[in-house]
T-cell receptor, first 113, second 115 residues
């Protein structure tokens, strides 16, 4: 199956700083990528849909200015958590669509201290 | 609108026993249905999917699921559990239409396998 690479797998940052997470489709072109957030022992919550060359579509309740999404190419989408706070600590997962199937990255564990 | 309900947040079985993880869906249009597995601190891996072809779907690692429209169910089964099956399992639904292919996940079921 197709491969989606997410980097970094784990990051610790200080409160008030920004963190960028990359999501790459390695062997296919993804016009649409998705960003999820997962709290401990809970399901995935869709944050936003990222479309190549256009603005991301955010789900209700997700702050656009805090979670900046850029999808500059058909193989790369980035999520930047700006002015991070401890409550932003979570597991972030991206996925990319190829035909009818979604492929997921390995996830990024963000810890804000 | 679409939704998924996974009955039982935690299922515990003995090694070699039958695994049954329950999933019921709600969708106003014909759904696509998926089962994913997640190991700790990792992303999701697709086990199997239903996309309006055969109602009995076979996936990886010996798992299978049956789409039952009358019961709006898509339960996941495996005849004999293995220790390596211990993980979190998510059922998800999507519409066949729409270019964005948005997935809605259930809350997940943690499967533990006892020796």
């Amino acid at each position: 199956g197709a491969v989606v690479s997410q980097h970094p797998s784990r990051v610790i940052c200080k409160s008030g700083t920004s963190v960028k997470i990359e999501c790459r489709s390695l062997d296919f072109q993804a016009t649409t990528m998705f960003w999820y957030r997962q709290f401990p022992k809970q399901s995935l919550m869709l944050m936003a849909t990222s479309n190549e060359g256009s603005k991301a579509t955010y789900e209700q309740g997700v702050e656009k200015d805090k979670f900046l999404i850029n999808h500059a190419s058909l193989t790369l989408s980035t999520l930047t958590v700006t002015s991070a706070h401890p409550e932003d600590s979570s597991f972030y997962i991206c996925s990319a669509r190829e035909y009818e199937e979604a492929f997921f990255g390995q996830g990024t564990r963000l810890t804000v201290v | 609108a679409q939704s998924v309900t996974q009955l039982g947040s935690h299922v515990s079985v003995s090694e070699g026993a039958l695994v049954l993880l329950r999933c019921n869906y709600s969708s106003s249009v014909p759904p696509y249905l998926f089962w994913y597995v997640q190991y700790p601190n990792q992303g999701l891996q697709l086990l199997l999917k239903y996309t309006s072809a055969a109602t009995l779907v076979k996936g990886i690692n010996g798992f299978e699921a049956e789409f039952k429209k009358s019961e709006t169910s898509f339960h996941l089964t495996k005849p004999s559990a293995h220790m390596s099956d211990a993980a979190e399992y998510f059922c998800a639904v999507s519409h066949s239409g729409g270019s964005n292919y948005k997935l809605t996940f259930g809350k997940g079921t943690l499967l533990t396998v006892n020796p």
